[in-house]
């Protein structure tokens, strides 16, 4: 029920419940005819698909850090494939609504991600480490050390 008529197509208002104000978003409604146009298995994977990944180089490994909040070690893997490839990849579901409940917001993507990132040469491969710490993923590639050019003395006659 309304107590005061709203001036924007019906909306539901109520001057007592601070959070049923509705305010106008010139964009409402903007992107929906997009979004009908979009396969969904599209629509789920871009979702997520945008996670960000910090990849750092140190003298003995290539170390990759990505924010994953609120996923567990079994919803993600960490891959190497042929061809020098690192694949990390997940997801994270949706939550189901139920009868009783009544979302207001939702905000947190969901979705499934995937990136890949091709591992330089001095990569070793059968030595990579990965662990996931409140909601951060770090994996760590070892490096080949260098082999630094051997200097032979060389004697001079005379």
């Known amino acids: 029920m309304s107590l ?12 007592f419940d601070p959070f049923s104000l509705d305010v106008w978003d010139p964009f409402d409604g903007l992107y ?10 599209a ?5 997520f698909a945008n996670t960000k990944i910090d990849w ?19 919803e993600v893997k960490v891959e190497v494939e042929e ?14 609504e139920e009868k009783n409940e009544k979302w207001h917001r ?8 995937l990136r890949r990132f091709r591992l330089p040469e001095n990569a070793k491969l059968d030595q990579v480490k990965a662990s996931l710490e409140n909601g951060v993923l770090i994996v760590t590639v070892p ?10 003395a060389i004697d001079i006659s005379g």
Do not use: C, M, W, Y
């Not at 979004?35 to 298995?41: D, G, R």
């Not at 629509?43 to 979702?47: G, I, K, P, V």
């Not at 939702?106 to 991600?113: H, L, N, P, Y």
């Open 106 to 113: 939702v905000e947190r993507s969901s979705g499934k991600f």
């Open 83 to 96: 061809g020098r490839v690192l694949q990390i990849s997940g997801e994270r579901n949706r939550e189901q």
């Open 43 to 47: 629509r789920e994977t871009s979702t």
């Open 143 to 152: 490096k080949e050390e260098e082999k630094k050019p051997e200097v032979k």
């Open 4 to 15: 005061i008529p709203s001036i924007f197509g019906g909306r539901r208002t109520n001057v």
């Open 56 to 74: 750092k180089e140190t003298p003995e490994a290539h170390i990759f850090k990505a924010d994953l909040p609120g996923l567990k070690k079994e």
């Open 32 to 41: 929906t005819s997009v979004e009908a146009n979009t396969p969904s298995s």
